[in-house]
């Protein structure tokens, strides 16, 4: 691992109620979860909706309290404290709910400025106009409103908000998804610059593997609230060891005819799990197509096992030799 | 693909132009739409979103919302010309022979009717069948669409289930009555990666049984590659180029199917992807000349002062540009 991580977690877990609070019954929606990030790079975090990516995200920026596990800054837990939190800061997936349209972009991209203390007046202003012109939006724009702007241009917003606090994670919950594909590549690209200029860290969650190929060097691949896959991008995307991640590559659509009527017929069977009753064993054991006896048993843990070149969470990785061109 | 004697469109349109008055302008979502669909062919229109390419097809299934001006030259469907038939026909024909599956099967499904209820309603007003009859077909519809113990669940609510088997149920409304065309207006854009791909499979398996031609309206180049015969992309309410997948994937003529190409991130390269720059044009006061010049690397004099129409090219292909890639791509 490079350099020292800025951020760590360790073994973060957090349940949820479900079906209100006398009848309901608690599920995990994360359990067991550990990462670290370092300055400069990005780590993807990537899983189908209720793998627990999202709330993942949200115990990193402090959004959410973990029932169990520590969250480290440069080393140190991370407390309920303004001055860490200013460090951790969010891109939210939906550009159109997570702009307040009452108030100008002005104030949008300020409010980190304000509630840290970071500037007023005049330098308040010249530095939210910085910003416009870091995500490349023109600094005009700053006292006009959110409806004002397309879908592309508001995810620039709330780029520029997140980095008003000069953080040095940026956690970015799945930013791009709400984005018509040649906008998605604008938003990227800027997440790249903006990192190369600035050498933040980044936690990029998505669910669509091709983007994150584009964006990350290093994937933790989730599944129904655990860690199932982790390793280098192009390992874990070109060549993965868990069934649940080559079969999340096989769904993959790519515009490529030939390669896409290769893939026809090939879908993973079955569904996601309802969370709140998951299968015994290895949670992916029912869709599997290598699922044995002793999947059904004890859950297996996250590790590099023999013959394979990332970590996984499975009895019966594919191991290189295994592996076929795709 | 193999062209019987017997292939004929089952879809023509031409000239389609529908418009909305708003308070603002008259908002041209759609200008000078023509295409054919020919039987059991798969035919996409790709398009980012206000391209025009949902209005296009709800026009023709005549369900556009709001205060639209619909005006075309002709709309054929498997012999009925849908610019002169009456609303009551038009309604009979719905189901019957176009069909229709929409992006957001929870909102598309009655949450107080047992998915029993409103499948078997289908085959009662359309084919007058008996209550039982109609749930026996019902189940024996479930099935087709591979609803795990479709017997068991025909008296669930759409609520008790899943996003891809709710997408599942809604195929199987759109295809009860077995029709000649289905509209699948981004099909699978609400599911996860997993799910996606079984529709897809399963949209295949459906249109091989059923014979039944399939009009898919997209953004996703992906679902494109995957599904479609022929492609038909959209930008601006306006048809800029058209043809076979294979051709247009290999060698797009117009700058936009090549810019949009271009702007998809792919699984096998980490190259940095070359994203659009700027952002689609109002629909209400458009950019004179072609619609795309603003953005386009390729623009000349010529551009901003007449719009290209689309004219045949190549065998098979259209395009509406002054400065098509194609001659390029064949002196190269």
Known sequence: ?326 | MNKQAEQRSVLAVSGLNVSFDTLRGEVKAVSDVSFELGRGEVLALVGESGSGKSVSTRAVMGIVRGKANIRADRMELVGHDLLTIDEESKRKLRGRVISLVFQDALSALNPVLSIGDQLGELYRTHLGVSRREARERTIELLRSVHLPSAERRIDDYPHQFSGGMRQRILIASAIALKPEVLIADEPTTALDVTVQAQILDLLDELREQLGMAILLITHDLGVVARMAERVAVMYAGRLVETGTVDDLFRAPAHPYTAALLASAPRLDTVERMEPIKGSPPSLISPPPGCPFHPRCFRRGEVCSKVRPELTPGLPGRAWACHYPLVEIAHAG
Not at chain 1, 281 to 298: L, Y
């Open chain 1, 1 to 326: 691992m490079p350099a020292s991580p800025i951020l760590e977690a360790r073994s973060l877990s957090k349940t949820f109620r479900a079906g209100g609070a006398v009848f309901g019954k608690t599920f995990h929606a994360v359990k067991n979860v550990s990462l670290s990030i370092s300055p400069g790079e990005t780590l993807a975090i990537v899983g189908e909706s209720g793998c627990g990516k999202s709330t993942l995200a949200r115990m990193l920026v402090g959004l959410e309290t973990p029932d169990d596990g520590e969250i480290l800054f440069q080393g140190a837990p991370i407390r309920r404290d303004r001055t860490l939190r200013r460090q951790v800061q969010m891109v939210f997936q939906d550009p159109y709910l997570s702009l307040n349209p009452r108030r100008t972009v002005l104030d949008i991209i300020a409010e980190p400025l304000d509630v840290h203390g970071l500037a007023k007046g005049a330098g308040r202003r010249q530095r939210v106009e910085e910003l416009l012109v870091a995500v490349g939006l023109d600094p005009a724009s700053a006292s006009r409103f959110p409806h004002e702007f397309s879908g592309g241009q508001r995810q620039r917003i709330g780029i520029a908000r997140a980095l008003a606090a000069e953080p040095s994670v940026l956690v970015c919950d799945e930013p791009v998804s709400a984005l018509d594909v040649s906008v998605q590549a604008q938003v990227v690209n800027l997440l790249i610059d903006l990192q190369q200029r600035l050498g933040i860290a980044i936690i990029f969650i998505a669910h669509d593997l091709a983007v994150v190929r584009a964006i990350s060097q290093r994937v933790i691949v989730m599944y129904l609230g655990r860690a199932v896959e982790a390793g280098a991008a192009d390992q874990v995307l070109v060549a993965p060891s868990h069934p649940y991640t080559v079969a999340l590559r096989g769904s993959a659509l790519e515009p490529d005819p030939a390669r896409a009527r290769l893939a026809r017929g090939t879908a993973a069977r079955g569904e996601p799990p309802n969370p709140v009753n998951p299968p015994p064993g290895c949670r992916f054991n029912p869709r599997c197509p290598r699922a044995t006896e002793i999947c059904r048993g004890e859950e297996p843990s996250l590790e590099q096992r023999p013959g394979t070149i990332t970590a996984a969470a499975c009895y019966h990785p594919v191991v290189r030799r295994e592996m076929t061109v795709a």
